[in-house]
């Protein structure tokens, strides 16, 4: 058995030891391989960083994935530097101002009620509620 497995070895490197090519030019100096030892580091480290930033977005790493108490409903952008949120706390919903460093609470949802929303069928929209808010 032994034996088999040492045939195999040798057939299989056979191949690698009869096309090597002798070297051609003497073996490089101490900074190219630094340089090239670098090079290769920041290939790798590279494409380390490139993975994990893919399974964070695809696979959701980061974060509880909605098992806290507090639920991000909807964002809205306004400019740069500011947008609206949403925000379930506890079955409350708030409406947030986001900008320059400040975070405000402009609006305090109702909290939703499964009887009210079956008799009216009507559902007010997060538009709606940002048109009623800015109107004095």
Request: aromatic fraction near 6%.
């Amino acid at each position: 058995m032994k034996q088999t497995g040492l045939v195999l070895t040798a057939i299989l490197l056979w191949p690698c030891l009869v096309f090597a090519a002798p070297p051609a030019a003497p073996a490089p100096g101490f900074g190219a391989s630094l340089l090239q030892m670098l090079w290769g580091l920041l290939i790798v480290i590279g494409l380390m960083l490139v993975l994990f930033a893919l399974a964070r977005k695809k696979f959701g790493l980061t974060g509880t994935g909605g098992a806290g108490r507090i639920t991000v409903l909807e964002m809205r952008p306004l400019m740069a530097k500011t947008a609206l949120a949403l925000v379930e706390v506890e079955g409350e919903k708030l409406l947030i101002g986001i900008g320059n460093g400040t975070v405000r609470m402009l609006s305090h949802l109702p909290a939703d009620d499964k009887k009210q929303a079956t008799s009216s069928r009507q559902t007010e929209s997060f538009a709606d509620h940002l048109d009623r808010e800015q109107q004095p």
